[in-house]
């Protein structure tokens, strides 16, 4: 069961709206279940006799008489509005049974306290199967006006307790860090111009996969033009900086032609202009080349980061945590745009899935996660990773999205612990298409007998308690070649089996040898970490960085924009 709680100042036009069609003709049979006083409350949708005026003036009567206190200014945003919706395949609910609803989420919220004589008048209306609409005038008979704090918080938690006793699904709590939901009327709006998703959701995933990728606000601003989404800043009066920026999608506009625009904290609240400046120090364009000239290293960066991210989500510091999962979902972002291959699908639905589970309400600490957020920045301009240590980052990116959906979990953040789990299967996903033609191409690439013997007294002898499931594991003449080639790329395999082993337990694993596979994978060649520091391997100076901010080659819209031209209104 979902309340959404807003507030507004047009008592008449909102109930209009409830006791009228609709936007697609679908309120057919709106009326009244529940109210301040059921016989004193005009029901235009059963008493011929009740006109919208009428119950508009019995609503707003305090508002009047507090109106006449304040010599003829009424209080701002005195409409409260709360919908409150059933998750679908629940069972019907009787209008006796959406009454009871009515009645105790005004209590929760503080609208109308059960046996308050002079709480604020309201209505709870019916017009669909599964909802109604709550609705409000916030000012008491007294004159004052209710205690609504943390009213939404107040009205979710409710429903929990209403969904247990009314045997109803069980939703997951909130903890007011979720982005806003599409309206209604951008939903109908999506559906009439052929569109998957609304543009508020459009615009939220553009939002984010271009920060995950830029490295500062001017980029941020310059890229997301680049996409075809308008842009508008808003500056500080006295300072001239930004303040505040809103997006609209390419050819969303109102019924007067006018672009529809969404707030940066109205699309994510980690999308609002401060939150992101502490995610996009402002460095300029010249400091970060927009293109790496050693794809393979960067890979490599972004294998050691999520190491180490995944140490920092075992650790007891929270607010260290929470940075590192922001962090990591800008790496699932990148991840998923740089990828190629049928797998992409699934990356990217784990990136979408992953922002609900990047935020919470404890306050991250972003500077603690700079190396994974710079090395998921420069995967944005490398190309694909050859051979498995693509596959080998994708492994590890499944392990510390499990990682953070039990991180979650412990901490009561249910909304967040369900969105990474989601990530988890849609990357577990990813890495089974991935993966197979990996492991098939290194099983038949296998060196000869003695270097596999080689290897196993290596393995008996650096991991012993698992020696005998590595060896019997499938994978095992995969794992052979991945020795080899390590080894030819000058590490130890012995000490690299046991600084794989080492960095988590094995017990758990499935497939031990796949897992010392993508750790040993992971792992940079010796060799060409040699001739870098003696220069022989470098940059490519002949490829100049370009100077002006440009699209990564990465960042591309993934919805076709609406088209262009005047369109009804929401």
């Known amino acids: ?59 707003d009567t305090h508002v009047d008489l507090r109106t006449r206190e304040l010599g ?9 509005h709360c919908p409150v919706r059933t998750a679908p395949g629940d069972r019907y609910l009787t209008d006796a049974e959406w009454a009871e609803v009515a009645r105790r989420i005004v209590h929760a919220t503080g ?21 109604i609409h709550l609705m409000a005038t916030t000012v008491r008979a007294d004159g004052r006006r209710p205690r609504t704090n943390r009213d939404g918080q107040r009205a979710q938690a409710e429903c929990r307790k209403i969904e247990a006793e009314f045997g109803l699904r069980r939703l997951k709590s909130g903890d007011l860090t979720a982005p806003r939901t599409p309206t209604g009327a951008e939903r109908a709006k999506a559906e ?27 980029d941020y601003f310059t890229v997301l033009g680049s996409l075809g989404i308008k842009v508008k800043t808003r500056l500080g009066p006295e300072t001239g900086y930004v303040i505040g920026y809103s997006l609209a999608a390419p050819g969303d506009t109102n019924a007067a032609g006018e672009p529809v625009w969404y707030g940066g904290s109205k699309l994510a609240p980690d999308l609002s202009i401060n939150r992101l400046r502490e995610r996009l120090p402002d460095q300029k364009v010249a400091d970060h080349p927009r293109y790496v000239a050693d794809p393979v290293q960067a890979w490599h960066r972004v294998a050691s980061a999520l190491h180490s991210t995944h140490t920092a ?59 994974l957020r710079e090395a998921a920045k420069e995967l944005a301009y490398a190309s694909h990773a050859p051979g ?24 009561g953040h249910e909304q967040q612990a369900v969105a990474a789990e989601q ?68 590490n130890h395999p012995r000490q690299l089996l046991a600084q794989a082993a080492a960095e988590r337990e094995l017990d758990t694993a499935e497939h031990p040898a796949q897992v010392l596979i993508w750790r040993i994978t992971a792992q940079p060649n010796k060799r060409v970490q040699a001739a870098r ?14 100077r002006a901010a440009s699209t990564p080659p990465s960042v591309k819209p993934n919805r076709t924009p609406p088209a262009e031209g005047p369109r009804s209104g929401r």
């Not at 003829?72 to 409260?80: F, I, L, M, R, T």
């Open 72 to 80: 003829g200014k009424k209080p701002s945003q005195h409409v409260w």
């Open 313 to 371: 989500v075992d650790s007891a510091n929270d607010a260290i945590t929470q940075a590192h999962l922001a962090a990591f979902g800008d790496l699932l972002h990148n991840l998923a745009l740089t990828t190629h291959g049928p797998h992409r699908a699934e990356l990217r639905a784990a990136a979408v899935a992953f922002n609900r589970a990047r935020r919470s309400a404890i306050r991250a600490d972003h500077q603690a996660a700079t190396a």
């Open 388 to 411: 498995g240590l693509a596959v080998a980052v994708l492994f590890a990116a499944l392990h510390l999205a499990r990682a953070a959906a039990h991180w979650h979990a412990q901490r």
């Open 423 to 490: 990530a988890f299967h849609h990357l577990q996903a990813g890495y089974e298409q991935a993966a197979a033609p990996v492991l098939t191409e290194l099983a038949r690439s296998t060196p000869r007998q003695q270097t596999a013997d080689r290897f196993e007294a290596a393995i008996r002898h650096a991991i012993p308690a698992q020696a005998e499931r590595i060896l019997t594991d499938p994978t095992w003449p995969a794992l052979v070649t991945a020795l080899a080639r390590a080894e030819s790329g000058g």
């Open 1 to 59: 069961m979902v309340p959404d709680v807003s507030t507004g100042s047009d008592t008449r036009g909102l109930i209009v709206y409830l006791f009228g069609p609709g936007r697609r003709d679908e309120h057919t049979d709106p009326h009244i279940v529940a109210a301040w006083d059921m016989a004193g409350a005009p029901d235009p949708g059963r008493n011929p006799e009740a006109t919208y005026t009428r119950l508009a003036k019995r609503l």
């Open 533 to 546: 520091r003696q220069g022989t391997v470098g940059i490519d100076r002949s490829k100049p960085a370009p």
């Open 111 to 131: 609208i109308a306290p059960e046996g308050d004589e002079k709480a604020c008048r309201w209505i709870a209306v019916r017009h669909a199967d599964d909802h």
């Open 192 to 218: 009439r111009q052929g569109q998957t998703v609304t543009a508020r959701h459009w615009l939220r995933e553009q939002a984010y996969a271009v920060a995950a990728a830029v490295h500062n606000e001017a």
